[in-house]
């Protein structure tokens, strides 16, 4: 007998609810993914501390063997395998991992990493990226490398939001004219090569696996692609729910989503709350 209120509290309203009560009817024809850091890790002053959160990866352990599970995230991908530890969960034997926005690919089942070579601009941008800090005064800005992708951090900067507002139009405008994209994240700039997105890569999953249901928990700007891609399908007949996990610095997903956590320790308590559900 379905737990109907359980269902409409982990659903959050009607459309995310009619989602979770299509996950528990047919769990294995459903997709659960989540970003990693923002949702299954706190956000931390130093990118290399990030780290998955016990609880979380608990829930996901539970969920791993009835579910198809994936974290689709900015980072590369072998840096969130290694960050979260993903690959020495027993239970997370079936999770995919998406990096740099689902241009790389690993898979639990065969260990194998799938990461096209590196785009040309990108490299030149990073060269050239210490000259141009040096000119904006920001030369002690925090620069992560990510092979396909430059990420220039300001959070550990004096003033976080001045940093950020100081770099974005000349790094906008060098970005352009190497052909790049620019992601703006939390205190976060990154540069990468344009036409790749989460949605993209939310999209490849569910065809792939024929999924029927699926929800996406997200907290920043790059997860609104995911968001968009999960309401299309809702539009096309398959349950959806969006997952915010809120903060304080970033709120355009909250008035998106169908269900707000309270950052990663309450996207941690809703794991939990599905694994119950599903009796796990
Ligand atoms: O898609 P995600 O998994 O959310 O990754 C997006 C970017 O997150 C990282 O930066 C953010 O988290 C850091 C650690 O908590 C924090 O210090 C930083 O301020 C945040 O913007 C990461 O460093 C990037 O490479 C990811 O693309």
Redesign the pocket.
């Known amino acids: 007998m379905p737990d109907t209120a359980r269902i409409s509290e982990l659903g959050g309203d009607p459309d995310g609810a009619r989602a979770v009560a299509a996950m528990v009817a047919d769990p294995t024809h459903s997709l659960l993914a989540l970003?990693?850091?923002?949702?299954?890790?706190?956000?931390?002053?130093?990118?290399e501390?990030?780290y998955a959160l016990p609880a979380a990866v608990d829930a996901l352990t539970r969920l791993g063997p009835v579910l198809q599970l994936a974290?689709?995230?900015?980072?590369?991908v072998r840096?969130?395998v290694r960050l979260g530890e993903l690959d020495r969960r027993e239970g997370l034997e079936r999770l995919v991992v998406l990096g740099?926005?689902g241009v790389e690919r690993w898979e639990a089942a065969t260990g194998e990493y799938d990461e096209p070579p590196v785009p040309e601009g990108v490299r030149e941008f990073f060269d050239e990226l210490p000259g141009l800090l040096v000119r904006l005064g920001l030369a002690s800005l925090h620069v992560?490398d990510?092979g396909r992708?430059v990420?220039v951090?300001?959070?550990?900067a004096d003033d976080p939001a001045g940093a950020l507002r100081t770099i974005t139009e000349p790094i906008s405008q060098r970005a352009a004219e190497l052909g790049l994209h620019v992601?703006p994240?939390?205190?976060?700039l990154?540069v990468r090569s344009p036409g790749q997105d989460?949605g993209a890569a939310l999209r490849v999953l569910v065809g792939e696996k024929r999924i029927r249901a699926v929800a996406y928990a997200?907290?920043?700007l790059?997860?609104l692609p995911a968001f968009d891609v999960v309401d299309s399908l809702r539009e096309l007949g398959t349950p959806g729910l969006t997952i915010c996990s809120a903060s304080v610095e970033q709120q355009a997903l909250a008035d998106r989503a169908n269900l707000i956590c309270d950052g990663p320790e309450g996207v941690a308590e809703w794991l939990a709350g599905l694994a119950g559900l599903l009796g796990r």
């Open positions: 970003d990693f850091d923002g949702v299954l890790s706190p956000i931390v002053p130093d990118p501390q990030a974290v689709i995230t900015g980072r590369p840096t969130a740099q926005y992560e990510k992708a990420a951090h300001t959070r550990r992601e994240g939390k205190n976060v990154e989460k997200g907290d920043d790059g997860d």
